[in-house]
């Protein structure tokens, strides 16, 4: 069965204080890894997919990076907007579902 | 463009009514998902749509909870004789093909009194 664990559940930062928040997952043969954001109330928005060990993608001051045990999300000089919940889920490559992981909540103050 | 629509945004009901909720997904998109997320849980899978057929229904909860898809397009979820622990967002994505990025919409916050 497909796991996903994210790490950790809270982090509060001060703003520009860049951090990484870490996604770790076991699935047969991993087809993509998804990163989500999530603000309280709305549902999920689609941040990235990564689909092999060692590729990256960025998006203004979010970057994710993947290995072949788990994902990185970095933060750079993080702004009070991108205080939210960030999601992280995997598909395996023979399966249509998405595992998602519990989630981490981030919080910037000003 | 428009996104995954969900409608009521809000639904209160009372304990043993049947309620319905509304998916709107992105046009063309062909797969259709629907997800529960309870205070503090993580989205539970419900379940899956390719075109107007639902080849796995195993994430639903009990026989209370159904859905259906016309046209390939508009999903209902349905459940009957609705229960507190039913109360939860639900959650609709929609996207491309099984191996694209889902697209999420606002979810229906269902509250069972």
């Known amino acids: 069965e497909d796991q996903v664990t994210q790490s950790p559940e809270a982090l509060r930062l001060q703003e520009g204080e860049s951090s990484s928040l870490n996604c770790s997952y076991t699935v047969s043969g991993l087809r993509g890894l998804f990163w989500y954001r999530q603000d309280p109330g709305k549902g999920p928005e689609f941040l990235f997919t990564l689909y092999s060990a060692g590729e990256e993608k960025e998006k203004e001051r979010l970057k994710a990076t993947l290995t072949k045990k788990e994902s990185f999300l970095h933060i750079t000089a993080p702004k009070p907007e991108d205080s939210a919940t960030y999601l992280c889920a995997v598909q395996a490559s023979d399966d249509y579902k998405l595992s998602f992981g519990a989630g981490t909540t981030v919080t910037v103050r000003a | 463009g428009a996104g995954v629509s969900q409608s009521p945004s809000n639904k209160v009901t009372e304990k043993g009514k049947d309620v319905e909720l509304r998916c709107d997904p992105i046009?063309?998109?062909?797969?259709l998902y629907w997800y529960r997320q309870s205070l503090g849980q993580g989205l539970e899978f419900l379940i899956y749509f390719q075109g107007n057929s639902a080849p796995d229904k195993s994430g639903l909860p009990s026989d209370r909870f159904s859905a259906e898809r016309t046209g390939g397009s508009v999903s209902t979820l349905t459940i009957q004789r609705t229960q507190q622990e039913d109360s939860a967002v639900y959650l609709c994505?929609?996207?491309?093909?099984?191996?694209?990025?889902?697209?999420f919409g606002p979810g229906t916050r269902l509250t069972v009194l």
């Open positions: 046009s063309g998109h062909t797969a």
């Open positions: 994505a929609s996207s491309l093909g099984t191996f694209d990025p889902r697209y």
